[in-house]
């Protein structure tokens, strides 16, 4: 099942050069996939945790027309989760 889903995003194409912003001690890379339905919500969330870098990646279903749009609701996305689970992403 991991193959499979490597093999559909390896086709893809990630937004490059666009800045992270810290949220609550999390760093958030929004990361969006341009795919053949538009831009996909994509990103990396990380943090510190008692001395080790956490890191935590995520794709959601959710995509927008253009990358500004999903750079925008990737990071609504991810305070959301932020919000919701705190450091308990990284379980």
């Known amino acids: 099942m ?3 889903i490597k093999r559909i995003f390896s086709s893809q194409e990630k937004a490059k050069g666009i800045p992270s912003i810290l949220y609550n001690d999390f760093e958030i890379r929004p990361q969006p996939v341009h795919d053949s339905n538009g ?5 990396t969330i990380t943090k510190e945790v008692d001395g080790i870098l956490k890191e935590h990646e995520f794709v959601r279903a959710d ?4 990358q500004e749009s999903a750079v925008a609701l990737t990071l609504r996305k991810a305070q959301q989760f932020i919000d919701e ?3 308990r992403i990284f379980d």
């Open 39 to 43: 831009w996909r919500v994509s990103g």
């Open 63 to 66: 995509s927008c027309a253009d």
């Open 85 to 87: 689970q705190g450091e």
């Open 2 to 4: 991991i193959e499979f």
